[in-house]
């Protein structure tokens, strides 16, 4: 079963405009990562937040983290075409050992 | 750097045949994962192996689904026999250790017709 659930599914902006996307999860993590995946290729690692922050910046990147609510959010500002993609949360669930547990995703479009 | 690689790119098999899947992770890196990913879905975790330990298989089909990491270095998974629903891509990732920063292959996407 999936650890993670973003919402929304999907999110359509303007170019210009800034995306906010959030993650929700239910067990006890030592930290939570975002990735990013274009069309047909593998995906990349955006960054990595610990349970001990609460935000962390990286670039045009903003990520929150609220483990009284177990949820995260990613903010992408200053949209551009390139952000078009779909973005996954990734949580490390601590069941014995740590395991790389990803969510459904949410699918960004930026549009011109 | 060197990154995640994966062999085959594509693969299109019959139902009820073979395959096998070949992954070289990044040098030092102790963890490495197999995930699948169908069209529209989160990757879903089939199996993690710390060095040449699994770590956890729980999702993995194992009447039909195999996976080895001999020496703690390369990694293969297998499908015998193969049902229509196995048809996804197959990511293998590799990170420094257990929930640290993972790198991704570009994935083998599989088709069983």
């Known amino acids: 079963s999936q650890q993670g659930e973003e919402d929304p599914q999907a999110l359509s902006i303007q170019e210009g405009e800034n995306a906010t996307m959030n993650c929700s999860y239910k067990t006890s993590i030592n930290n939570l990562q975002w990735y990013r995946q274009n069309s047909g290729r593998g995906l990349v690692h955006l960054i990595l937040i610990r349970s001990n922050e609460r935000e962390k910046h990286s670039g045009r990147l903003r990520v929150t983290l609220d483990t009284s609510k177990k949820s995260s959010s990613l903010l992408i500002t200053a949209s551009r075409a390139a952000d078009t993609a779909s973005y996954f949360c990734?949580?490390?669930?601590?069941?014995?050992?740590?395991?790389?547990?990803f969510g459904q995703g949410t699918r960004l479009t930026i549009n011109p | 750097e060197a990154g995640v690689a994966q062999s085959p790119r594509y693969k299109i098999i019959e139902k009820r045949q073979s395959v096998a899947f070949w992954c070289n992770p990044i040098s030092g890196h102790a963890t490495l994962y197999w995930y699948q990913q169908i069209l529209g879905q989160g990757p879903k975790l089939l199996i993690q192996f710390q060095n040449n330990g699994v770590v956890d298989d729980s999702q993995l089909p194992k009447d039909r689904f195999s996976a080895e990491r001999l020496k703690g270095v390369d990694s293969t998974l297998k499908i015998q026999p193969a049902k229509l629903e196995d048809s996804a891509v197959y990511l293998c990732?590799?990170?420094?250790?257990?929930?640290?920063?993972?790198?991704f292959g570009q994935g083998t996407r599989l088709t069983v017709v």
């Open positions: 990734a949580t490390d669930i601590i069941q014995g050992a740590q395991k790389l547990v």
């Open positions: 990732a590799s990170s420094f250790s257990g929930g640290s920063e993972a790198f």
